[in-house]
């Protein structure tokens, strides 16, 4: 029995430390030309099915016609969506120009 349980214990470890990180970027215009970085935060709680404050990213760019948006889910991120047992999941956006 107490096998079992400390197997059960490792396969919810390997499980948790498995998932994985998403990125998702796209360029607008030639892509980045001056290489100034800008980050916020997107919030959204329930394992993402209720949004919060989300970014904009257009606003972000400022009068930039050349960036780079690259949102993605980094380790701290990933943390309080463990800490919060998936009522706060946030996301990380970052523009390069």
């Not at 930039?64 to 800490?83: C, E, P, R, W």
């Amino acid at each position: 029995m107490k096998n079992k349980l400390n197997y059960t214990a490792l396969l919810f470890a390997v499980v948790l430390t498995m998932s994985s990180c998403y990125n998702y970027t796209f360029m607008v215009g030639d892509g980045p030309q001056t290489g100034v970085l800008i980050t916020d935060k997107n919030h959204y709680f329930i394992g993402g099915l209720a949004k919060g404050q989300q970014t904009d990213y257009k606003e972000l760019a400022g009068n930039a016609t050349d960036y780079q948006v690259t949102i993605k889910h980094t380790f701290v991120d990933g943390l309080l969506n463990v800490i919060t047992f998936g009522i706060y999941t946030p996301t990380t956006t970052e523009i390069q120009k």
